[in-house]
């Protein structure tokens, strides 16, 4: 009689972990994190560093980048000032190529084309 009751309830245990759950949703991928290196041409608004006879970046810089694909275009993401020459933003999915506009804040694209 132990010998049934055992095979039964091992039995139950059996059923029951073999519930049928669905199964979990994937997680959408967001944006990747990228960041850039752009270097400063002398005609760009920068800061002036008296000291070191310097251009640099200054907080709050930022560059629109218009990605495609071929002529394609794709979207537009803005990319932050980190220090140094980097800039840190998402990539616009998609594109393979990009163009940087500074200051980002003064762009306005063609939201069909990418055209200023």
């Known amino acids: 009689m132990k010998s049934k009751l055992f095979i039964i309830t091992l039995l ?3 059923v029951a972990g073999c519930t049928r759950e669905p199964l979990p949703e994937p997680e959408r991928e967001g944006g990747k994190i990228v960041t850039i290196s752009a270097t400063i041409p002398p005609e760009t608004r920068v800061l002036y560093d ?3 006879l ?3 970046w200054q907080t709050g ?3 629109l980048l218009a990605g495609y694909d ?4 794709k979207g537009s993401e803005k990319f932050h000032w980190t220090g ?3 800039f840190q933003g998402t990539d616009v999915p998609g594109a393979t190529t990009y163009k940087a506009y500074y200051p980002a804040g003064a762009i306005t694209l063609n939201e069909t084309t990418g055209d200023v």
């Open 70 to 73: 071929g002529t394609t275009y």
């Open 54 to 56: 310097s251009l640099t």
């Open 61 to 63: 810089d930022t560059l």
């Open 12 to 14: 139950t245990l059996l």
């Open 84 to 86: 140094g020459d980097s």
């Open 50 to 52: 008296d000291t070191d």
